[in-house]
Each structure stands twice: as structure tokens, then as C-alpha cells.
């Protein structure tokens, strides 16, 4: 473990003078980032935190120094995010909807220091076997012609975040969603079409399969994944095993990495833990249990030395950010 290179403050507001209100705003930021620092420096730099998107409002004092909007934090907001010592990593979401314009991306990439490593979801078009309403109301519940088809996946996504992220490529996410039970595939017949599909991926790209569907967790599955060096997202969501649970169905030891995400309570949906946890500055209902299958997760990375990633979402338990720093502040305890 080696001290981390102190990470400056990227503020919006460094163009004027500061009122004292900024002053102290900034002071609040710069003890969190103080107390964030002495855990990052505990931890091995193989292990990279944050967050599923970085654009809330109810982060300040938290990820950032002062108020700015939705809209601010979207376009610009990464510069702070990635000054936070814990926050190496982020998810963006946004690419499972549509392709992100390669000025996005390379927004991104300008801000954000050179070991900054993103985390993209691949598109719904490759990824669902049938048209989803939000895509299309007409054809929805029809089949889809792209499902898993690898050369609109590299027009769709590979070709831009090569092109403009570059090494600040991290896993790439094929988030299967769960579909209605006549859409359903058998398990064996999806484990087939996956690995046709990852039989021709580029080897150097980092993948990792999120199953939203209990009974896709088959040996057949697991198979596939170790036969073609593509890890498994051990997810925390509604309607799956815990992160846990899964560890037992996908082993540890067969990972080239590591990686989890943190959505939703089990039993729990979207909309409700929205209402129920906005606007994302606390947190609101603490999992231990899920904790101590993350941490043991992380450890695991951490004994092997190979990569860990840890995406949170605000939904898991109210403040995605918060969360992460006692996570990891418990690993680093745990690795002592």
C-alpha cells in the first residue's frame, strides 16, 4: 500500500473571490476529503470505489464544495468527483438507454485524472432479447434483431469508448434485465448465446455479466464466464440472491476480477426507495449484512492482488458516497 498523490480540488468556483460562505463550504469538503484520504491510504490502489452516475445535488459537503444544479453537476461535476480520495472510479448509467456522443465521453476523459477508470453498462439493445417500452411503445415486448449482436455493440459502444476514454476504460457491464415470463430464454439456451457472443469480444477489454434473473445462475453460466475470462457483477438488487448467496453460486476464485454493485434492497423497487431516500445526502437504512459480504468480497481482490470495483447506488441505502467511505472504511479494518 503506498500514500496517494494528495488530489486538488476541482471547484467551480476558483474564478472569483470567495465569499466566507464558499470559504467554509470549502473547509467542510477539505475535512472530508482529510478523513477520506487516511482510509484510501490503507487500502491497495487494486481496489477502485464509486458511484452509479455522479450528478446529485444533495452530494454537497459530501463530493462537492458548494451548490450547483443538476444540469451543472452532469456537465462538469466529475472534476470534484474526482478529486475525492475514495471515488476512483464511476458508473455511467446512461449508456444502457443510448449512446453517450462522443463529446460526452470526451468530456469525461479531460476531466478526470489519468488513473481514472470508468464503468459502462452496455446498451439494452444488445443485451434484452425483446424491445423495451422506453425504447420503442409500438414494438414493445417484440423481438430484437440486435440481441447480442457483436458488431452493433462495437458501432454502439466499443469503437467510442476506445476512441475516447482510452485507458481509462474499466469494465464494461452486460446488465441481462429481467423479463416477462414468456420472454424468458432457458437457461442453457442463454448460456450458449453468451458465450457465442463473448467468443468474439476483444480479450484486452475488461467484462463483467449482471444477471437480473434468479434462474440464470447455472453451472452452464458459470462455465461460460471462466471458460472466457469474463467476471461476474455480484449485485445486491431486488429480486436476486444477496452479494453473498452469489459468491457461493459463482465462485471467487474463478473472477479475473472482482466487482459489485449496490442497487436496491432485496424486496425492495426503484421508485420506492427514490421517495423514500431523496435527496441523497444521508444515509437513511444502513445494511450490515450486505456490508459484510462486500468487504468480504474486497478482501478477497485484495488477497489475490487482482482488480475490485464497488459501484453504489444512492438506492442501496439513501447517500451512494456515504456508503462507500464506511465500506471501505471497514475493509480497511478488516485488511489490518
Same mark, same amino acid.
Given at each position: 500500500?503506498?500514500?496517494?498523490?494528495?488530489?486538488?480540488?476541482?471547484?467551480?468556483?476558483?474564478?472569483?473571490?470567495?465569499?466566507?460562505?464558499?470559504?467554509?463550504?470549502?473547509?467542510?469538503?477539505?475535512?472530508?476529503?482529510?478523513?477520506?484520504?487516511?482510509?484510501?491510504?490503507?487500502?491497495?490502489?487494486?481496489?477502485?470505489?464509486?458511484?452509479?452516475?455522479?450528478?446529485?445535488?444533495?452530494?454537497?459537503?459530501?463530493?462537492?464544495?458548494?451548490?450547483?444544479?443538476?444540469?451543472?453537476?452532469?456537465?462538469?461535476?466529475?472534476?470534484?468527483?474526482?478529486?475525492?480520495?475514495?471515488?476512483?472510479?464511476?458508473?455511467?448509467?446512461?449508456?444502457?438507454?443510448?449512446?453517450?456522443?462522443?463529446?460526452?465521453?470526451?468530456?469525461?476523459?479531460?476531466?478526470?485524472?489519468?488513473?481514472?477508470?470508468?464503468?459502462?453498462?452496455?446498451?439494452?439493445?444488445?443485451?434484452?432479447?425483446?424491445?423495451?417500452?422506453?425504447?420503442?411503445?409500438?414494438?414493445?415486448?417484440?423481438?430484437?434483431?440486435?440481441?447480442?449482436?457483436?458488431?452493433?455493440?462495437?458501432?454502439?459502444?466499443?469503437?467510442?469508448?476506445?476512441?475516447?476514454?482510452?485507458?481509462?476504460?474499466?469494465?464494461?457491464?452486460?446488465?441481462?434485465?429481467? #423479463?416477462? &415470463?414468456?420472454? %424468458?430464454?432457458?437457461?442453457?439456451?442463454? @448460456?450458449? !448465446?453468451?458465450? $457465442?457472443? +463473448?467468443? /468474439?469480444?476483444?480479450?484486452?477489454?475488461?467484462?463483467?455479466?449482471?444477471?437480473?434473473?434468479?434462474?440464470?445462475?447455472?453451472?452452464?453460466?458459470?462455465?461460460?464466464?471462466?471458460?472466457?475470462?469474463?467476471?461476474?457483477?455480484?449485485?445486491?438488487?431486488?429480486?436476486?440472491?444477496?452479494?453473498?448467496?452469489?459468491?457461493?453460486?459463482?465462485?471467487?476464485?474463478?473472477?479475473?476480477?472482482?466487482?459489485?454493485?449496490?442497487? #436496491?434492497? &432485496?424486496?425492495? %423497487?426503484?421508485?420506492?426507495?427514490?421517495? @423514500?431516500? !431523496?435527496?441523497? $445526502?444521508? +444515509?437513511? /437504512?444502513?445494511?450490515?449484512?450486505?456490508?459484510?459480504?462486500?468487504?468480504?468480497?474486497?478482501?478477497?481482490?485484495?488477497?489475490?492482488?487482482?482488480?475490485?470495483?464497488?459501484?453504489?447506488?444512492?438506492?442501496?441505502?439513501?447517500?451512494?458516497?456515504?456508503?462507500?467511505?464506511?465500506?471501505?472504511?471497514?475493509?480497511?479494518?478488516?485488511?489490518?
Amino acid at each position: 500500500m503506498r500514500a496517494r498523490e494528495k488530489p486538488q480540488l476541482a471547484l467551480f468556483s476558483t474564478e472569483h473571490t470567495l465569499t466566507d460562505a464558499e470559504r467554509e463550504e470549502r473547509a467542510v469538503i477539505e475535512r472530508a476529503h482529510a478523513d477520506a484520504r487516511a482510509i484510501a491510504d490503507a487500502l491497495p490502489d487494486s481496489l477502485r470505489f464509486g458511484t452509479s452516475s455522479w450528478s446529485f445535488t444533495g452530494w454537497k459537503g459530501i463530493v462537492y464544495a458548494h451548490t450547483h444544479s443538476t444540469a451543472e453537476l452532469a456537465r462538469e461535476g466529475l472534476r470534484e468527483y474526482s478529486a475525492h480520495p475514495l471515488l476512483r472510479t464511476v458508473g455511467i448509467d446512461r449508456g444502457y438507454y443510448a449512446p453517450i456522443p462522443r463529446d460526452d465521453l470526451k468530456r469525461y476523459a479531460e476531466q478526470t485524472p489519468d488513473d481514472f477508470v470508468f464503468c459502462t453498462k452496455a446498451p439494452e439493445l444488445i443485451v434484452s432479447p425483446i424491445i423495451s417500452q422506453h425504447r420503442d411503445k409500438r414494438r414493445a415486448g417484440e423481438h430484437n434483431e440486435d440481441f447480442l449482436s457483436v458488431q452493433r455493440f462495437a458501432e454502439e459502444m466499443l469503437s467510442p469508448l476506445l476512441d475516447e476514454l482510452g485507458e481509462k476504460v474499466g469494465p464494461i457491464l452486460l446488465e441481462f434485465p429481467p #423479463l416477462p &415470463p414468456e420472454a %424468458r430464454m432457458k437457461p442453457v439456451e442463454f @448460456a450458449e !448465446a453468451l458465450d $457465442d457472443f +463473448l467468443s /468474439e469480444l476483444p480479450s484486452e477489454i475488461p467484462f463483467a455479466v449482471e444477471l437480473r434473473d434468479r434462474a440464470l445462475f447455472t453451472k452452464d453460466y458459470r462455465a461460460v464466464l471462466s471458460r472466457r475470462r469474463v467476471a461476474h457483477v455480484y449485485n445486491y438488487w431486488s429480486f436476486v440472491p444477496s452479494p453473498g448467496q452469489q459468491r457461493a453460486l459463482v465462485p471467487l476464485d474463478e473472477q479475473p476480477f472482482i466487482i459489485s454493485r449496490l442497487l #436496491l434492497k &432485496p424486496g425492495t %423497487r426503484y421508485e420506492e426507495q427514490r421517495e @423514500a431516500f !431523496a435527496p441523497f $445526502d444521508k +444515509l437513511v /437504512e444502513r445494511d450490515e449484512g450486505m456490508r459484510a459480504e462486500v468487504i468480504g468480497l474486497l478482501e478477497e481482490a485484495a488477497r489475490r492482488k487482482i482488480p475490485g470495483y464497488l459501484l453504489v447506488n444512492n438506492k442501496a441505502e439513501g447517500c451512494s458516497p456515504k456508503t462507500v467511505i464506511e465500506v471501505a472504511a471497514g475493509l480497511s479494518r478488516a485488511l489490518r
